[in-house]
């Protein structure tokens, strides 16, 4: 049951009721969860950005298709690689990745050199993602996983 104090003012000689709002324990605020992240995906050949609010169980490349923000995709499983961009701010959840056998496209040295799949990463924080349309090639190229063998 939710307790309201009722408090009577006096302003400029007229009384005047009113509620206050019930304060919140620390407690319970934190328990409070985020209903979506601001994701910016910033273009590495133009410059120009794009955010939009990403849920924290959401993929950021279903938001940004949402948003009508284009990013290069195809799989959009984590194993192609077409959509690999780079993380400048933030942290994602990418644990998808580490489910597939032996088709992950991203390597450990990769992921923490800042590079993720938006098709498979779920934002756990506001996030600046920097996109390139020609890196899914550049990149893979040099790449070796049994995906492509």
């Known amino acids: 049951m939710l307790a309201l104090t009722a408090t009577t003012s006096t302003f400029a000689g007229r009384s005047k009721a009113f509620v206050a709002a019930p304060r919140q ?13 601001q994701v910016t995906f910033v273009s590495d050949a133009t410059g120009s950005s794009k955010t939009c609010e990403v849920g924290p169980d959401e993929y950021m490349l279903d938001a ?5 923000i284009e990013l290069n995709a195809s799989c959009r499983g984590g194993v192609c690689g077409t959509c690999v961009s780079k993380l400048r701010s933030g942290q994602v959840d990418q644990d998808w990745l580490t489910v597939l056998d032996d088709g992950n496209v991203l390597s450990a040295e990769q992921i923490a050199a ?3 799949l938006p098709c498979s990463a779920k934002p756990l924080s506001d996030c600046v993602v920097e996109i390139n ?17």
């Open 25 to 37: 324990h620390s407690a319970a605020r934190a328990s409070l969860k985020v209903s979506a992240y």
């Open 64 to 68: 940004a298709d949402e948003h009508r």
């Open 114 to 116: 800042g590079y993720i």
């Open 133 to 149: 349309s020609d890196w899914g090639v550049h990149i893979i190229e040099g790449w070796s996983h049994t995906a492509r063998a």
